[in-house]
């Protein structure tokens, strides 16, 4: 039987060798750490907290307004400096709590929240992991407690942990599963026990055998979780893809996982449900690894979140450039080129990757030439030259009709593209435009 | 700081260096059109050449656009005019020839991609029929001859191991099989070309002759069949003009259709036509069909009809 995988996808250099071996070592912020009160998809959360309060490490500065809304800790103690609009990795200014640090990391009493596992009602995990703010931590900032809370909670017969880790450069996540296996296997655990049919799964790329090979053991005897390898290829870690890689299900653009029986979960956001229902740690920290021909060293961090973007890399020794030609949030693939290094980690930061060369920003895009590779390697299937033709005739028509929704702006396409036309930027554009009317 | 929308990274493929590479595969079989015919089928290459990156250059810079001679299309345009003529013809034909390919069948229609016919195909055809005393007089070693095709038809004998070499009468590129199948293994290596086209292509052909023998009391006649195989335009159309990009289909499932539509007129013009050659009408013909095909041949977007996972 082949590896576990589905059709199309690419095979980018895949840089990891430049921070996989990097241990995980804490960062603590110096400077003032800033908190977006918007770092999850839905409503912005609430300020609870004041120009001048006294706040703690792990303390809630800011409430979820609403269902589909997320709670915002502080990572440091200090005093609330002021509320204002500040910049992001998204290249927007959004409504932040900024936090003078004290330096001295006091901590709020943590085991206050804790309750043996056994004496914890489904309601009462789920309650936590709210409690905690706990998003999805592969970029999307879904907010967990929403995901985990599917119309028909019998439907769910599979929890799968994302440890696809299919992004180039980016070993996060790999690093979580090499040093703190035990913390992925035990939320994982708690999880599925929030369903009574599911079965647990976790899906690693196969380019990581020494993760397999631990969690592998860690599971053996575990009659509830598999550990899958699965094909290095990306977009191997899209949701859908891995839903179908590690089940054969498919679902479109206009479902949900759960409408596969499935809930996906990053392996960053486990081992944050983990902290927050066994230890009443709420999220206030995550590894991000920083990478990159551009700083003088590699390394895999575990950041407070609010902490400054410039101080992080200072931190790694700053760049071995004078002026690097580009710096990403995320991943080569999905992330964000930042005009500002003023911005803070978020919830959704994965990585910064600083390239001494960028040749994408200078490329001009020339005629198609019909070769049919961004239809050879687009993992959703559809025809992304007609798309991009579509958007760019403004023809919101046809690209409705040719499945552009369907798109998951992996950025397969683009790569692929020998004309050097921005695919995926053409078509996302159109699909947030289609978005945007639907809201009206 | 650089910003631009995701991805950051690109493949190094670009559209020059694909058609560099189309280029490199049709060298084998380019050179042995100058071992086989001579100094004068060099000379050909030559002003096809000149000729197609000047009218292209010229064009451009006429109408103000970009000059995109670089990307070397033109270039691989002039050298499959060439392998697509008579080693004697006058030298006022690949120049018109060439007019016709970049000016006519290509920039007339917006440029590199935008062409709805492969231009030296469409070139060789206008030729062809403007033409056809000077573009059907074929000579071998100084002697005016027949292609084996055309002795094929009349039902003479033809010697399938020099078909196969190339070694025999014809237009200057396509005579070696051997040398075309080099190159287009080369470019399905590559992953330049997908194999269905040719696949498909190929296989259709060979079925239908081999059921025409069976029912035109030849019997199972592998020798009729191989001399079909390496005879004429068919290996230099199936791997070569039939995979252009632009003018085939962009979708998996069409590139099949399109090559088992090509293999079934390829079949009819050579069998029942008024020529012996059938390749080079059955290509354009096909070129024109495109279009329909692709709309046939949407691929199903991932998720498409999925229905809910009930437990």
């Known amino acids: 039987m082949g590896l576990l995988s589905f059709v199309g996808g690419i095979h980018p250099y895949d840089g990891k060798e430049l921070s996989k071996d990097k241990k995980i070592t804490e960062y603590l912020p110096k400077g003032d750490c800033v908190y977006p009160l918007s770092q999850h998809i839905g409503a912005p959360a609430t300020p609870i907290v004041k120009k001048g309060d006294r706040v703690l490490v792990g303390q809630k500065i800011a409430e979820a307004s609403g269902f589909v809304s997320a709670n915002v800790h502080s990572g440091v103690s200090g005093t609330v400096k002021t509320i204002e609009p500040r910049m992001t990795v998204s290249g927007t200014k959004v409504n932040s709590i900024i936090i003078e640090n004290d330096g001295l990391f006091e901590e709020m009493d943590f085991s206050a929240n804790v309750k043996p596992l056994d004496q914890l009602y489904r309601e009462d995990v789920k309650d936590m992991i709210k409690e905690a703010g706990i998003v999805g931590m592969g970029g999307a900032g879904f907010p967990t407690h929403v995901k985990l809370s599917p119309k028909n909670e019998d439907a769910i017969d599979t929890i799968i942990v994302n440890g696809a880790e299919c992004e180039p450069y980016l070993t996060s996540d790999y690093r979580r599963m090499i040093e703190t296996p035990n913390k992925i296997v035990a939320g994982l655990q708690i999880v599925i026990n929030l369903f009574d049919n599911a079965k647990g799964i976790i899906a690693i790329e196969d380019n990581k055998p020494e993760a397999i090979k631990v969690l592998t053991e860690l599971t053996e005897g575990m009659d509830n979780i598999t550990v899958n390898a699965v094909k290095t290829k990306y977009p191997q870690g899209a949701e859908r893809q891995l839903i179908y890689a590690n089940t054969k299900r498919e679902i479109n653009s206009s479902m949900l996982p759960a409408d596969a029986g499935c809930i996906v979960q990053n392996i960053d956001t486990i081992v944050a449900i983990y902290n927050a229902v066994v230890e009443g740690r709420p999220l206030y920290e995550r590894i991000v690894t920083v990478t990159g021909d551009a700083v003088n060293e590699c390394a895999n961090y575990r950041v407070r979140i609010g902490t400054n973007i410039q101080e992080l890399i200072d931190a790694v020794g700053g760049f071995n450039i004078e002026d690097p030609a580009k710096i990403i949030s995320g991943g080569p693939m999905m992330g964000k080129a930042l005009f500002t290094l003023d911005a803070p980690i978020v919830k959704g930061s994965s990585a910064l990757l600083c390239f001494r060369e960028d040749v994408v920003a200078d490329l001009e895009p020339s005629n198609c030439i019909r070769c049919g590779r961004c239809v050879d390697v687009c993992p959703g299937r559809v025809m992304p030259n007609h798309l991009a033709d579509a958007a760019e005739h403004g023809d919101i028509d046809e690209f409705l009709k040719c499945d552009g929704m369907e798109c998951c702006e992996c950025g397969c396409c683009s790569y692929v593209c020998p004309a050097k036309r921005h695919l995926t930027q053409i078509i996302a554009g159109t699909r947030k435009q289609v978005l945007a009317n639907r809201k009206k | ?311």
């Open chain 2, 1 to 311: 700081m650089k910003i631009s929308s995701s991805p950051h990274i690109r493949d190094k493929e670009s559209t020059t260096n694909i058609m560099g590479q189309v280029i490199v595969a049709l060298i084998p079989a380019a050179v042995f059109g100058v071992y086989n015919f001579g100094f004068k089928a060099l000379l050909l290459y030559l002003i096809t050449i000149a000729c197609c990156v000047g009218f292209e250059a010229g064009f451009e810079k006429l109408t103000n656009r970009k000059i995109t001679i670089k990307d070397l299309s033109a270039v691989l345009t002039g050298l499959l005019l060439a392998m697509n003529l008579p080693p004697d013809v006058p030298f006022w034909i690949p120049i018109l020839g060439s007019f016709f390919a970049i000016i006519v069948v290509k920039q007339l229609f917006g440029g590199l991609g935008q062409n709805f016919m492969n231009p030296a195909l469409g070139a060789r055809c206008f030729l062809l029929i403007s033409f056809t005393g000077t573009m059907t007089s074929f000579s071998y070693d100084a002697i005016t001859t027949a292609t084996p095709l055309a002795d094929l038809k009349a039902g003479k004998a033809v010697d399938v191991l020099s078909m196969f070499l190339g070694t025999t009468a014809g237009t200057i590129g396509e005579t070696c099989a051997l040398a075309l199948i080099i190159g287009g293994v080369f470019l399905i290596v590559r992953g330049i070309i997908s194999i269905r086209i040719p696949l498909a292509y190929i296989a259709t052909f060979s079925m239908l002759i081999l059921i025409y023998g069976l029912f035109s009391g030849r019997g199972f006649d592998v020798s009729f069949l191989l001399a079909h195989l390496c005879g004429g335009g068919l290996m230099l159309g199936a791997f070569f003009m039939a995979t252009d990009y632009v003018t085939s289909p962009i979708t998996p499932m069409g590139r099949i259709v399109f090559g088992v539509l090509l293999g079934f007129l390829t079949f009819l013009f050579r069998i029942f036509g008024g020529s012996a050659e059938g390749v080079s009408y059955a290509i354009i013909l096909c070129n024109l069909l495109v279009p329909l095909i692709e709309k046939f041949t949407v691929p199903t977007s991932f998720g498409k009809g999925a229905v809910k996972h009930e437990s």
